[in-house]
């Protein structure tokens, strides 16, 4: 028997296996939901959401959207870390949603992305925080509504701190130290997340710096801001930092289970917190870096749009109207029923029993007195760019100042798109 | 990944068939069968990959910003931009590192399976999928499993667990770039998902090898073991052994599930298919310089298949006849 024989055998069960394989991943590929029913019916609205951790949240916002009589609203929870990118690719395409929560960045402004909300929000403007009306106004249009602010600051374990005789940090070298003397065999100093890129904006404004001037020009490449990326390489470095944790800074469990006396997370896991530890739970802003600086706290959260491109811009600016400024009793329930949110409405924010006492109210303050707000010329792109300084200078030994002239030279190229 | 995969090899098939008809003589019907038969395939190659291919090279000459129906034609200006793209060159050394380490490694350990399961005389049916089991897996599903149970940073995660008994402190596999341990995660993954596929490949060919062959080199006096594996077995599987590594280096090519789940945010490890996702799908949906990336990237493919065929004699068993 000759060994050409052999050959052609295995080739054609090659092929066969092949084929079957390409036929089954041919199929797969044709099946996809895209939230849209079927009916021909203008008053039909898709709204995106990304997926909030808190129980109950998935329901709250199908419930809200279930009691609107005016459409009929299906909702898209977008599981996974990268929502922005599944939000830009969906907005392209015929499938793209009515109406989308996102961050106030003026990219879906200038393109034409977003509608104008001045309209609906006019007649209750005051009621509003004021900050929030500025980080979404261009040219005097107001282009999203705030439906929760997210103050995101350190929780720590006081506990801890006293049993390894540790003061609150107050500058970026205090923190180091602390991390330094809290960590022990199984419980590690302190968390920012797994890729660290949570406290980029922080470590620019405790430094004196900012991410853009008033009148949108780079204002991060400072000394100051390369001088603090060193020191947080060193703490990356000294085996004081959690790093690898199976949930990210954003959920509360590598704190609820001891796996960090300190960890960067959001108010809204104050709930889950509290439930786990107590009154074991202690806050306090991102610390001064460098003599010049001052604690800083993210002032986040997350604001409605309508898509200005959608065959539905009136029915889905009503439905906002009807839910995010109308309803109110949705609108409490949606900040404080299950993570903790503060209401960017005033009345809201001052009726919210829940955030009068005890540690919320604490959140409430640091985010009154350190709070930076959303800066919407400061765009995905750049915030991506500042990523790479991140991976680059903190996580991989490069050096901070030329990482940051980089970025500096891309954000640059950005703004020039933008503002011309 | 794996329709992409195994679309390479799929593609001759029906052109094979339709060579082979007539020398078999035509029944009537017979052409009807044949694009009864072939027809939804085909259409299914032509909707799906072939326009899309020719989408995307069209797509490449021009300035395609958040639009797929460009009007502004650039010629060449996007190829250039690619190919003086630091990222993008980078991530063309990544794959080098990548499939230096998973070819081989994929090959030996699937081959090295296929013997062991080959020697079974019970049970071989069980081991056989057992092994054969992973490939159904999804390369998402056990990103997350290797990245939140077995490789996580923390004092919990299965392979710090284990270290720990050595007295070795936690790893953060994947949050560190220095040192690399992230390859480590990356090669595991992937020679776990499949290797079983081609340990079947190659079960499939040991069974083929004649028995006389064996025995013939018994009585002219080889020795059972390295011998027999070195200079029968191994030169009988070199067709197989030519096809998987072919597969293999196209599969290494076309990496992209693991990398962009196992390392987020990262500017390290990432293969031409994600710094292409970044150009294209990112934060500037610039499919011009996306498309001319892959453009590239595919004529790289065709270059390395076609040195590789020349080298390792992949379909040169018909000529030497």
């Not at chain 1, 019916?41 to 199908?62: C, M, N, R, W």
């Not at chain 1, 065999?185 to 404004?205: C, E, M, R, S």
């Not at chain 1, 600016?317 to 960017?344: C, N, R």
């Not at chain 2, 699937?110 to 089991?133: I, K």
Request: some cysteine; aromatic content about 12%; glycine content about 8%.
């Amino acid at each position: 028997m000759s060994a050409l024989s052999n050959s052609n055998w295995d080739r054609r069960n090659v092929l066969r296996a092949a084929m079957g394989l390409a036929a089954v991943g041919g199929l797969a590929a044709c099946g996809g939901n895209t939230g849209r029913s079927s009916g021909g019916s203008g008053d039909a609205l898709v709204q995106y959401f990304h997926a909030y951790g808190e129980a109950g949240t998935e329901q709250a916002i199908k419930k809200y959207a279930k009691a609107y009589k005016g459409a009929n609203v299906t909702t898209q929870w977008i599981t996974g870390s990268n929502f922005e990118q599944k939000l830009f690719a969906a907005l392209l395409t015929k499938n793209a949603p009515d109406v989308f929560e996102f961050h106030p960045q003026i990219q879906l402004i200038k393109s034409g992305q977003v509608a104008d909300l001045t309209d609906i929000i006019a007649p209750v403007k005051d009621d509003f925080n004021q900050a929030d009306i500025t980080s979404h106004t261009v040219d005097g249009k107001i282009y999203g509504v705030r439906m929760i602010d997210d103050p995101q600051f350190f929780f720590y374990r006081p506990s801890l701190f006293a049993k390894a005789k540790v003061e609150v940090p107050t500058t970026l070298e205090e923190l180091i130290e602390a991390a330094a003397k809290l960590k022990t065999a199984k419980i590690k100093g302190a968390y920012l997340g797994n890729d660290l890129t949570p406290v980029q904006n922080n470590l620019i404004w405790s430094a004196g710096a900012d991410t853009l001037t008033a009148d949108n020009k780079p204002a991060f490449n400072t000394d100051e801001v390369a001088a603090g990326l060193k020191q947080l390489r060193t703490l990356f470095t000294s085996g004081d930092l959690l790093l690898g944790a199976p949930t990210d800074w954003w959920d509360p469990s590598a704190f609820i289970q001891g796996l960090t006396a300190i960890q960067w997370c959001g108010m809204w896991a104050m709930p889950a917190m509290i439930e786990a530890l107590g009154d074991d739970i202690g806050i306090f802003p991102f610390p001064k870096v460098g003599s010049a600086g001052k604690q800083s706290v993210t002032n986040g959260g997350w604001s409605m749009f309508v898509n200005a491109k959608g065959d539905n811009v009136d029915a889905a600016k009503e439905y906002v109207k009807w839910l995010w400024i109308d309803q109110k009793e949705y609108q409490e329930d949606w900040a404080t029923s299950y993570g903790f949110h503060i209401p960017p409405r005033t009345s809201l924010a001052q009726s919210a029993t829940k955030l009068q006492t005890g540690l919320p109210a604490e959140g409430v303050k640091l985010f009154n007195e350190f709070g930076h707000f959303d800066n919407i010329g400061w765009t995905q792109a750049m915030i991506s760019s500042v990523n790479d300084v991140m991976a680059n200078s903190v996580r991989k030994d490069d050096d901070p100042k030329a990482q940051l002239d980089a970025c500096e030279k891309k954000v640059d190229t950005e703004l020039k798109k933008l503002f011309g | 990944m794996s329709t992409t995969t195994t679309r390479g090899v799929a593609q001759p098939a029906p052109a094979k068939v339709s060579k082979d008809r007539p020398r078999r003589g035509l029944r009537a019907g017979s052409t009807f069968n044949f694009w009864l038969f072939t027809g939804p395939f085909l259409i299914g190659l032509i909707v799906f990959v072939f326009v899309p291919i020719g989408w995307s090279i069209y797509l490449s000459f021009f300035e395609a910003r958040f639009t797929v129906t460009p009007s502004d034609f650039v010629g060449f200006e996007n190829y250039t931009q690619v190919l003086t793209d630091v990222d993008f060159l980078n991530s063309l050394v990544t794959f080098t590192v990548f499939a230096a380490f998973i070819v081989p490694t994929t090959w030996a350990f699937s081959l090295g399976l296929a013997l062991l399961v080959n020697r079974l005389r019970f049970m071989r049916a069980f081991f056989r999928s057992v092994f054969f089991l992973p490939t159904a897996v999804s390369y998402v599903a056990a990103s997350l499993i290797w990245k939140m149970s077995i490789f996580n940073g923390v004092r919990f995660g299965l392979a710090n667990t284990v270290l720990s008994w050595f007295g070795i402190d936690n790893i953060a596999w994947l949050a560190v770039p220095d040192p690399p341990w992230y390859w480590l995660v990356i090669v595991t993954l992937r020679l776990w998902l499949q290797s079983g596929f081609y340990m079947i490949l190659f079960i499939a060919a040991l069974q083929n090898i004649p028995r006389e062959l064996y025995e013939a080199a018994a009585i002219d006096g080889a020795k059972p073991g390295w011998q027999t594996f070195r200079f029968i077995t191994l030169p009988q599987l070199r067709a197989t052994s030519t096809a998987v590594i072919l597969l293999l280096l196209v599969a290494a090519y076309q990496a992209f599930d693991e990398f962009f789940n196992l390392l987020g945010k990262a500017t390290w490890g990432q293969p031409p298919l994600v710094e292409l996702y970044k150009m294209a799908l990112g934060e500037n949906q610039n499919y011009g310089a996306g498309s001319a990336g892959a453009v590239v990237l595919t004529m790289l493919i065709c270059v390395v298949t076609l040195l590789q065929g020349k080298i390792m004699g992949f379909g040169r068993g018909e000529e030497s006849k």
